[in-house]
């Protein structure tokens, strides 16, 4: 799969697994904790449109439209390529390590990686058909039970992402209002609501500690 700022691919499993047949992301990103539990009934809402394009063009693609992406070498640039919108996204990110908005030119360390996340993705695509994605606000679905995995650009961190205007406040009282079960991701520092440490971790260039908001 693509590579995004704070994915949570290298610490999934530590987080408590869904308790509902639904689970809503309502700040999408990577999606990684739905990509645990993928065949639930998964909500994704995402404010960064090129973002919800590539997870729409995702859904449609196949296996084939995979295969016949260019395998790109280093100083190459995607936007010399003949390609449609959704293809230029995907590899933008496959070429990218940890961005939130993609890369154009290719570096001789991602040209490396562009064939195992091709690789990858292949195998999730008959995984993802079923998903219901949203391009909005968080609180563009309305309140339900479910598994709420809630993933928003954090408080100290979060100025990497296109769209971090956030009003914690109003977040934090939100999430506190969500039916079910309310897991809640940040960093060490922030405040908006009672965190604990869920893990330290060497986040590729600097130790992170995860903290972690449970509500059942």
Known sequence: ???YYGSKSKIVKLYPKPMHDTIIEPFAGSARY?????????????????????WKWLQQATGRDLDNLPRLKRGEKISDY??????????????????????????????TKVDYKIKTTKDIL???????????????IGNQTATWFIDPPYQRG????PMNNIDYKSLAQ???????????????GADWLPFKE???????????????????
């Open 34 to 54: 739905s990509l645990e539990y993928w065949d639930r009934n998964v909500v994704l809402i995402e404010k960064y449109e090129p973002l919800v394009k590539l």
């Open 82 to 111: 003949n390609l449609t919108e959704g293809e230029k996204l995907f590899l933008s990110y496959c070429v990218s390590e940890a961005t939130t908005t993609g890369r154009n030119t290719v570096t001789e360390r991602a040209s």
């Open 126 to 140: 008959p995984r993802i058909k079923h998903w219901q994605i949203i391009n909005g606000e968080y609180f563009s």
């Open 198 to 216: 869920l893990k330290q971790y060497w986040g590729g260039m600097k130790r992170s500690t995860e903290v972690l908001y449970e509500k059942f």
């Open 1 to 3: 799969m693509f590579s």
């Open 174 to 188: 939100w999430c506190n209002e969500r039916q079910g079960q309310v897991l809640v991701c940040e960093n060490d």
């Open 158 to 161: 979060g100025k990497h992402y």
